[in-house]
């Protein structure tokens, strides 16, 4: 609870800041984007560069139908830039709040693939997960929000004058519509806050249930719960970040979205464990679990590489120029945090969590985390920012402020979800073997 | 590794009233015993195949690649689909041993050494096809790096097919050292149990030697853990650059980025359906039944359930996306809306049939549980997973991108007999293998039977002790007391308060034999009983009588339910007349006195 009130005070204080700057940002739109895209013509062609082809990347993104290239006459570049200025904002705080959000939602998505598995380690982190899954409802309601009203911020399928001079786009209507886009994403909400409803449910259920009712119930939901997901988490990949570039697309891509999910909520749990046992509350926690926690930190974060891999290899091999672009302008514009970000979710946590024992030691799994989850921010950022703000971007306050209260609101839901009940389970059947738990 | 603590929620996972013993003796019965007559048969029918398809191989090279049904269109069909397909069944082998070796799961334990085997198996038939289809066979060291001198070209790295080489090659042998890593203290137990001098010669060579100290041991388990640890990255690039051949190379210009991910699930999900099938059959064969459980048929299920639940997701994703992508072309790949209504539909439903529809009805458990079906399932799926395969490059091949040269692909009879051929090579290898190798890991099924195994689970469920529950007559001449103790002995495992026989006897060991002893013959109880007197037995004087005593025996009754095993052990601690009870009958004297 100490952390969830320092987390309100900080979200409090975060707050106005949002929304000053994000008013502040908008005013002052016009001076920005004219020195903004001085710079961006003068950057240093890292693409043309590496292959050795002048005017290489140039060419290809403007082939691109969303990057708006092909506007060619001042007036419209310029309302273009605009447009994209105006996105700005609204792309820091859905950075940030799908970020938080994923981490409650992934959480989930391990907690059901624990109860579904009968993991028989793991039921001792049950109430830890539940407690950061608290945070699912007003963050995914939150980020529902954030995607409708951003609109034709986000989404260009959603300006109809654009529609209507696109015949690819004009295909697409039947999937990429308002109405069904809408639905889409009231369903998946509805969904997953069921199964985090009924899966507490059942889980406090179990602590006074003298059959095995509850048990099997959660075990039921579960298994229904991750069907569901899924099919749910490609669909939101596609509607949510996909659509943000209409012409755009990979087969991979929602899966790639997952990975990043398991693996900064895997690592969230890790941290809350290491904090919660440092205070004392969770004795029954042994290093043999926060080993394993390790392992899947570190197991994800291979898994993370080995997808964006698989989808970078794939994309640059066939270079395909309706494609291409997606790299084109993330390695043009944001290389150093596109391949930092590399560095920071996939070597370091080998380097840092390769070696047993170090698994076990709380801090390097704390220090491990941190990095993880800032590389994890950096993906995000990644995956909306060029789609939506193309070259404009910067790290300022706005979207540190967006960090800043969502974290706020992440640590105090998590403090609440945390504090409301015994964070020791009872009743589980496999709580004894969990608490033997030794490796 | 862990405690042996499970949960009792938990299903056992080794049935009956095994005792370790019970497991090496059930282990061993192939290799020590004679075929019967059905391995004989379905031997006799592989080798026929197998031959055939040697024939089929020999035409091949012999004639040329024209006599299979390749045209300028599809330049690569059968071989490359079979190539696939037995690549992917290979993959449940490592994926048993490794991963779920890294997961802890402990049902693998009975399976994982047959799946290892059907692996090595499946990747030598996959391995048959590139060099067949390379024409020049004897040629085939050219696709290696090396210098012109050999009259080959500088390979092309650039190149996935090239990738292919070094990474089946090098799974192949990192599942090889895997697979006799894990057979090494089984080799040893056969080679400790056979009688024939050959077999002991043999086995001890394979063994390389294991002596089952605990040095042996430990590094045996630290093995296994790096091998699992090297072998789980392995597992996923084999299939994921398998999947670059065709995400990059079959149709210039398509390319789907999910198949690296997409086909590692999907070659585990046709994995596990191929151990479905051998296992099903072999357990029945070589009567491991009580090993190879109902609950691990169901365990494997889930597995197909989970994968074929990926492959699923992908194929909507691949057919959605090919619509979402607006590109005409998407129309001709294998799935899309134009090739489940073109000349390749019956293909295409095959696919979705057999791999989407059919393992849906493992949902339910009862299905998930029903042997028979489980082996429809399984069957079906490794159907539909070579249509898979064979829609992902015949389809697409058959509609490119310049219409005048689409076409349809006619296999041959070379075609199907050097397919036929590899399914009859792989089943003669694998029953070569389940009548030589120890077809369950024993070793590691052992250590799982105080765990999990059902009679353990009923000892530890029903309070009692489980001191001496591992001691076994055949090995052991004091297992019957043992589990006789274990019974009576339950509550107080400690020695029996009436023995005071520290003079007699000066180890921990021998007290326990006495304990045993007596939890057999009866303790006496000074509270409630009398004590009769010996010295009316024939042969027992004073002076035995004390030791006797000392001993915590008293009464007539005592003695009479002595028999040979307990006139030996009083021989081994009273030393004083060898044979002396037997020859006087002891027992008998004492039934007479107690009337």
Known sequence: MVLGLIGLVFGFLSVPSTVEEASEILASHEEHHSSGEEASHEEANFVDEVRQEHGYSEHAMAQDKDLGHDAHEDGEHMEHVLHQMQAKPWSAAFVAAFFFMMIALGTLVFYAIQTAAQAGWSPVLFRVMEGITNYLLPGSVIVLLIVIFAGEHFYP????????????????????????????????????????????????????????????????YSVYFLAFFIVTESTMAWDWFMSMTPHWYSTLFAWYIFASIIVSAVTVIAIVTVSLKAIGKLDFVNDSHLHDLAKFMFGFSVFWTYLWFGQFMLIWYA??????????????????????????????????????????????????????????????????????????????????????????LFILMVGMGLAKVSLRPKNNPFLVESEHFHY | MSSHYEAPIREPLILGEKSYHDISVDVGAPILG?????????????????LWG???????????????????????????????WWVGIGHAGTLISAVLLLFRQKWRMAINRSAEAMTIFA???????????????????????????????????????????????????????????????????????????????????????????????????????????????????????????????????????????????????SGFAMVQTLLLVMRKVVNLENYITIVHIEFMNKVILLTGGIVTVAYLTEYFIGWYSGVPYENYTYLSFGAATGPYWWAFWALIICNLIVPLTLWVKKWRRNIVWTFIVALVINIGMWFER????????????????????????????????????????????????????????????????????????????????????????????????????????YHQSTVHADALVDTEAKKSEIDLMLAKIGTYDPATQTADDLKKISGVGPVLEQKLHQLGIYTYDQVSKMTKTEYDLLDEIIDAFPGRAERDDWAGQAQNLKQ
């Not at chain 2, 004679?34 to 197998?50: D, E, M, R, T």
């Not at chain 2, 296999?411 to 007999?417: L, N």
């Open chain 2, 123 to 269: 990747v030598v038939q996959a391995g048959l096809f590139p060099i067949i289809h390379m024409g020049r066979p004897w040629l085939a060291y050219w696709v290696l790096p090396i210098p012109n001198q050999f009259g080959s070209l500088w390979v092309n790295f650039n190149s996935p097919l090239l990738w292919d080489v070094f990474a089946i090659s090098t799974y192949l042998s990192v599942s090889l050292v895997f697979w006799w890593t894990g057979l090494l203290p089984d080799f040893a137990m056969i080679r400790d149990r056979t009688k024939s001098p050959f077999q002991q010669k043999i086995y001890g060579i394979l063994s390389f030697g294991w002596s089952g100290r605990a040095k042996d041991w430990q590094r045996f388990e630290e093995v296994s853990l790096v091998l699992a640890g090297l072998a789980t990255p392995l597992v996923l690039s084999v299939h994921t650059i398998v999947s670059f051949d065709f995400a990059t190379s079959v149709v210039p210009g398509w390319h789907s980025t999910i198949f690296p991910p997409y086909f590692v699930a999907g070659a585990i999900f």
């Open chain 1, 319 to 408: 270079n395909i120029p309706e494609e291409v672009t997606y790299f084109i302008l993330r390695i043009q514009e944001y290389n150093p945090i596109f391949f930092g970000m590399i560095i920071i979710n996939f070597v370091f946590p080998i380097v840092i969590l390769m070696n047993s024992d170090f698994k076990r030691v709380s801090w390097f799994v704390v220090i491990a985390g941190v990095i993880i989850l800032v590389g994890h921010y950096i993906d995000i950022f990644l995956l909306v920012m060029p789609s939506t703000v193309g070259p404009y971007w910067s790290f300022g306050i706005t979207e540190f402020a967006a960090l800043l209260f969502f974290l706020g």
């Open chain 1, 157 to 220: 399928w959603q300006n109809h004058e654009l529609v209507a001079e696109d015949s690819i786009l004009q295909e697409k209507s039947g999937y990429l519509n308002f109405p069904f886009w809408l639905i889409r994403g009231i369903i998946y909400i509805i969904g997953w806050n069921l199964y985090r409803h009924f899966a507490r449910k059942n889980s406090l259920a179990m602590d006074d249930a003298e059959d095995l009712k509850p048990y099997k119930n959660l075990f039921k």
């Open chain 2, 54 to 84: 040697l024939g089929c191989i020999v035409y091949t090279v012999s004639t040329g690649i024209g006599v299979w049904g390749l045209n300028k269109t599809i330049g690569w069909a059968w071989d490359i689909t079979n190539f696939v």
């Open chain 2, 390 to 493: 064979f829609d992902i490059i015949v389809i697409c091949l058959s509609k490119d991108r310049l219409a005048s040269s689409w076409s349809m692909f006619q296999p041959t009879f070379v075609d199907i007999g050097v397919f036929v051929g590899t399914i009859g090579f792989f089943f003669v290898l694998f029953l070569l293998y389940a009548r030589t190798f120890p077809v369950i890991a024993q070793a590691e099924v052992k250590s799982i039977l105080k765990s999990s195994g059902a009679r353990y689970k009923r000892i530890r469920e029903s309070g009692e002790d489980l001191a001496g529950t591992a001691a076994d007559a055949r090995t052991s001449k004091y297992a019957e007391r043992t589990s006789l103790a274990s019974a009576s002995n339950a509550a107080d495992t």
């Open chain 2, 34 to 50: 004679k075929a019967n007559k059905s391995w004989w048969i379905v031997f006799s029918i592989a080798l026929i195949a197998f």
